[in-house]
């Protein structure tokens, strides 16, 4: 640990700009997938500008308990199932998983096609349950 604190000290400037570049690739992957929107937001989005919500879990959760209109489409079958979103192409698009920790990777892969209003939102289903938030069972 002393050799570790050693190098730290006499080596600052490289550990500087490793914390820097580490920063800025975190904040451009977080860009390219969408803005984050909490629950609150997103729902005034939908029904402000006629957005939709794209569930991207799979259909037993989904069937669990979903958002009112929600679509449903497995961030597997994302890919493939794209074109089903087509209508909504220049409507926001709400994405929802479980946690918030896949809808990352579906932005950038509808970001990827075209697709301008692409959101996450914060926290996911579960945020939504912790806010008794409604759900269609």
Known sequence: ???????????WILVAALLAVAVMLVLHETRKSGPSLSPQ?????VNGEQG????LRDS???????????VNIPSAKLAERAAEL???RDKPIILVC???????????????KGF??????TGGMMEWGNL?????R
Do not use: C, T, W
């Open 1 to 11: 640990m002393a050799l570790f604190l050693e190098f730290l000290a006499q080596q």
């Open 41 to 45: 937001q997103a729902i005034n989005l």
């Open 52 to 55: 939709v919500f794209l569930d």
């Open 60 to 70: 037993a959760d989904y069937k669990q308990g979903h958002i009112v209109d929600a």
């Open 86 to 88: 087509e209508r909504y």
């Open 98 to 112: 479980k946690m918030g920790q896949q809808s990352g990777a579906a932005g950038k892969q509808l970001k990827a």
């Open 116 to 121: 301008e209003k692409v959101y996450k939102m």
């Open 132 to 136: 008794q938030l409604p759900l269609v």
